[in-house]
């Protein structure tokens, strides 16, 4: 099977219309800022010490200013403008990460499906997380053949309810907002014909800089004045349970700096925090972790997959379902902050699993 990865990268296009990629350069420049030497980040990046100058040469050339700066007693360190065009790739790759991922499972199913003989596929909608994550590559592992795609939790039951995929990822909090989400996809589920597949319990919270400088505690210092804030997109379910839980502490989500400005991943929404962009935002812990943030907890949820009851006993949702019990998997997931696996796996009628109604 093909495997597929995306990378993010900086390209810098001079006068004549001439282009170069920042890839090599920027890799020779996270070396020289940890090594402090050129000659030492030539080495290890497997390169003649003249190679290496004359590459950052002709990227200064371009860009029309010094990459490298030499200070007495502490070799070679970075210009300004070296660290800007390092911190700018970072940015790049950190913010699109859980993008590129989620784009390369989807064209490598897309081009697998082309090659490889006839099979059923695993067709997943699902809102993006890390345990969904784990499941594609897990499964993928195993040379079964995905076709994913990362919507919002609303459209992946919706999509479900058409016939157009065999599992739709949503979650749900726990506690008082949990018959307000549920109701959102309750009109599109049948008790008759879906059941619930459980994946995975987590917890979602405040991303605050590390030693949270700005001393956040909870969701009311939303609404001071001095507080940047990035928000996940309209229809995601992060940002209905985020919309209520503010009503719940009398903050009106209008009124929060940068609620409008949006992110499409909990990993989006971590680098945009660590870049200095914001000072907080919301989403589940391994993000928060993974870029050195502080995660103050707001909610336990559960992540669901939806699936057709008369599905359950052949393929592909037998594999996935065998995968979902498996010790190695769980193993996997609980290795993940803020997860809790203990039910991966366990079917749940409608009614069980979304509560009751509102009213």
């Known amino acids: 099977m093909i495997r597929i990865e995306c990378h993010a990268q900086l390209v810098v296009r001079d006068p004549d219309g001439r282009e170069a990629s920042l890839t090599d350069v920027v890799q020779l420049l996270a070396l020289v800022d940890e090594a402090g030497s050129i000659a030492q980040a030539a080495t290890l990046k497997g390169l003649s010490y003249r190679h290496a100058w004359g ?9 029309g200013g010094p990459l490298i700066a030499k200070e007495r007693g502490r070799g070679s360190v970075l210009s300004e403008l070296g660290q800007a065009v390092l911190r700018a790739q970072r940015l790049c790759s950190e913010r699109l990460d859980g993008n590129m991922r989620a784009l390369a499972s989807e064209v490598a199913s897309d081009l697998n499906r082309w090659l490889a003989p006839p099979a059923d596929d695993v067709r997943i909608h699902a809102s993006h997380g890390y345990a969904v994550a784990a499941l594609v590559t897990a499964l993928v592992a195993d040379d079964v053949p995905v076709d994913i795609k990362y919507r919002d939790s609303a459209d992946a039951v919706t999509a479900l309810a058409r016939g157009e995929c065999d599992l739709a990822g949503f979650h749900l909090p726990r506690g008082e907002f949990r018959a307000a989400c549920a109701d959102t996809y309750r009109r599109w589920l049948d008790p008759e014909r879906h059941v619930l597949l459980h994946l995975t319990q987590r917890k979602q919270g405040l991303f605050l800089s590390k030693g949270n400088p700005k001393r956040i505690n909870g969701l009311g210092d939303l609404a001071r004045d001095d507080i940047r804030f990035v928000n996940r997109q309209p229809g995601s379910g992060t940002r209905m349970l985020l919309d209520l839980a503010l009503r719940r502490v009398g903050v009106d989500p209008d009124r929060v700096n940068g609620y409008a400005s949006t992110e499409l991943t909990h990993s989006a929404i971590a680098a945009f925090v660590a870049s200095g962009m914001a000072d907080v935002g919301f989403g589940v812990e391994p993000a928060a972790h993974h870029f050195g943030l502080d995660f103050v907890p707001i909610v ?3 992540y669901y997959f939806a699936c057709d009851r008369a599905a359950l006993e052949r393929a592909p949702l037998v594999t996935v379902i065998d995968m979902l019990r ?4 769980k193993s996997g997931v609980a290795r993940l902050e803020g997860y809790n696996p203990q039910d991966c796996g366990t079917l749940l009628e409608l009614d069980e699993g979304l509560g009751a109604t509102v009213g």
Do not use: C, G, N
């Open 55 to 63: 590459l950052l040469r002709s990227i200064e050339e371009r860009l």
């Open 300 to 302: 336990d949820e559960d």
């Open 326 to 329: 498996s010790v190695a998997f």
